[in-house]
Every structure is written in C-alpha cells, then in structure tokens.
C-alpha cells in the first residue's frame, strides 16, 4: 500500500490539475489511477477534514448523475432565507461513524391576541430545519463517493417530515422512508447511477460494496435501473418478518398495508438500527414520535407557568426533550389551567398525539 504522503502528494496535483484549463480527458485518466481504487480512507488522504470532504464533491461532480444532484443541493442551499443559515454544500458535510443525513426543526409558538370577536388568544407554529450529512469515516474515497450521492438524494428529494403535524403517521412514514420521493429507493437507485458512471473510468468497480445488486436492479428492456425492483427489494425482511408483522398490528396495520413486504432473505439494512428498512423505519418512527411528545410535555407545562405568572404572549418559546412522565401525570397538569388562553388546544394536541399512538419501545 502506497503511504499517506505520497497518496496526499498525488492528489494534490490532481486538485491543481482539475482547477486548470485541462484536456476533457484528463479527469478521467486520472480516476483511473491506482489513488482512485486504494483502500485508504477516504479521510485519510490530507490532513483537514474540510480538504477531504471537497474531494469527495470533487469526484462525484466529474459523473453525470453526481453533478446533477450537487446542483440541486446547491440550488436547495441558495434558497434558505437568513444569512446566517446560509451555508455551501461542504459545510452540512461532516465525518461520522455511520452515513446518514439529519434532520433538525426548531419549531417557535407565535401568539395572536385576543379579539372581540374570538376573546381568544390563539396561538400558531413556525418551523425551521436544519440538515446535516454524516459520511462513514471507514470507507474508501468510491464507497464515500456513493454514500454521499445517496445522502443528497435524501436532501435534495425528500420531503420535509413534520412530526408535529396531523398526519405524522406510521404506515406514512414507512412507505415514505422506502418508497416515497428522496426516499431509500430513489437514493439507492442514485447511487447505482454514479457507481455505473464511475465503472467506467474506473477499472477496479469493486470497491463497490453493493455492485452485484445494482447490476441486478438494472432493467435491461428500458436499460434503466429500476425503481420498482428497488423498492421490492427494500421491504425483504427475512427472519424479522414476524416481528415487522407483530409490531405493524398495534397500530391497527396488517400485512394487505404493505403489500411489498415479503420473508425474503434480506439484503438491505438500516446503518442506524443494523435491522431491515421496514422494520427500521417503525423504530425510527416509534423514537421521532417520542421525542415530539416530550417537547410537547415540556411546552405544555412551561405555558402553564406562563399563565400563571401572568407574563405570557410576550416572547416566543422553543423547546427541548424533557423526560416524559405517566400519562395520569401529563393530564392533571393539563386540567390544571383554566385561562382564557387556548391551552385547551395544547392539551388536546399532545394527548391525540402521544396517548393514543406512542408505543413503548
């Protein structure tokens, strides 16, 4: 194995000779180098993160696909509205032990004041997210490659899921995860595209761990990768089937809700919980809906003290995760407050919200 200085010195001039007036061909001869298919980290190659993470956008930018979803994820960038959230595509990019994309809401409480018409105070919500694009640390600079077109996908695609909403629902939020818009299968498909069009300038297409099964979600009549053979395979379970099927059920689901879903051996698992996609994305959900009630427990008991006070409608209040108590607990605090405030609103969205659907983990 070549050592860290050389590889350092040979990609340096390969960012110098990329930044230059250089023959269409030069890009490509130079991925075929034996740099390209190390099994170095890709973080291992200069010294500063931030160098690392622009050679990564660097090779993805020189395939089709790969420049493609850079530049919707630029565009995507360009329209957050506040200076201060304001940032290039390489500064939501960071280093982490596994590859996944985070998702922040900072949800603020706006009071309207009483009329005479309502003799109501009402209150609405305004939301701000935040993303944050984590990539495995371990892989190689190809397997970085892929993982970071897969992540874009999700930022670029995915709609934003507002667990706080009405129709934050399970059956929702596991097809949306597999099979919806920037979902695992459209990121998948995106990283079989970049793999395929990085092959070809690459001799060594094994650092690919998932090469096999991209070359089989190929569909050789519209000689496309498929979405639909993606999409089947994402909801193979394998051993975990019972317990999907099992866990499906208290929430009133059955087997006919996810027609895809088979006992087939699975090939696809979740880097956050190491389980099948399906099976996953419930606990994903079971974990976002438990935090979301904990910010509304907090919420509820923090307006109730501002009503007592006698200070409330001044500032707007944000909100973290507090332990969440018994139910009993959570309803005699709501049925303390008798102001004029909506409260009543408050405390019927938490216990619709987390009484009658959270479940224990």
């Given at each position: 194995m070549k050592s860290i200085v050389s590889l350092t010195v040979v990609y340096l001039l390969l960012l110098i000779l990329l930044t230059v007036e250089t023959p269409a061909l030069m890009p490509s001869e130079m991925m075929q180098s034996e740099m390209m298919q190390s099994t170095l980290a890709w973080t291992q190659i200069f010294r500063e993160d931030s160098e690392n993470i622009k050679n990564l956008l660097l090779v993805l930018s020189k395939t089709a696909s790969g420049k493609k979803i850079l530049s919707l994820a630029s565009s995507k960038l360009s329209s957050v509205k506040t200076a201060r959230e304001k940032k290039g595509i390489a500064e939501i990019i960071h280093k982490g032990d596994i590859s996944t994309t985070n998702t922040s809401i900072l949800r603020k409480i706006i009071t309207h004041p009483s009329t005479a018409a309502t003799g109501t105070t009402t209150l609405a919500y305004s939301y701000t997210y935040s993303h944050t694009i984590y990539i495995d640390r371990s892989l190689t600079i190809v397997e970085a490659v892929l993982d970071l077109a897969h992540e874009l996908t999700h930022y670029v695609y995915r709609p934003e899921n507002n667990p706080y909403q009405k129709n934050f629902r399970v059956k929702d939020f596991i097809v949306s995860t597999i099979e919806g818009r920037g979902g695992e299968a459209d990121a998948y498909l995106v990283e079989c595209k970049v793999w395929s069009e990085l092959s070809r300038i690459i001799t060594n297409n094994k650092t690919h761990k998932n090469q096999k099964l991209c070359k089989e979600m190929y569909d050789a009549r519209t000689q496309k990768f498929s979405k639909q053979k993606i999409v089947e395979e994402f909801y193979k379970l394998g051993g975990h089937y019972r317990q999907f099927i099992a866990d499906i059920e208290l929430y009133q689901l059955s087997p006919q809700d996810f027609p895809f879903a088979t006992a087939h051996n699975a090939r696809f698992f979740s880097s956050t919980y190491d389980l099948p996609y399906p099976l996953s994305a419930l606990y994903?959900?079971?974990n976002t809906l438990k935090k979301v009630c904990d910010n509304d427990l907090k919420k509820i008991k923090l307006i109730k003290s501002k009503i007592l006070s006698k200070t409330?409608?001044?500032?707007?209040l944000t909100f973290t995760p507090?332990?969440?108590?018994?139910?009993a607990a959570s309803a005699a605090t709501a049925k303390a407050s008798t102001s004029s405030l909506s409260y009543s609103q408050l405390e019927k969205e938490y216990l619709?919200?987390?009484?009658?659907?959270?479940?224990?983990?």
């Open positions: 994903e959900f079971q409330w409608g001044k500032t707007s507090t332990p969440m108590p018994t139910a619709d919200r987390c009484e009658s659907t959270i479940v224990e983990i």
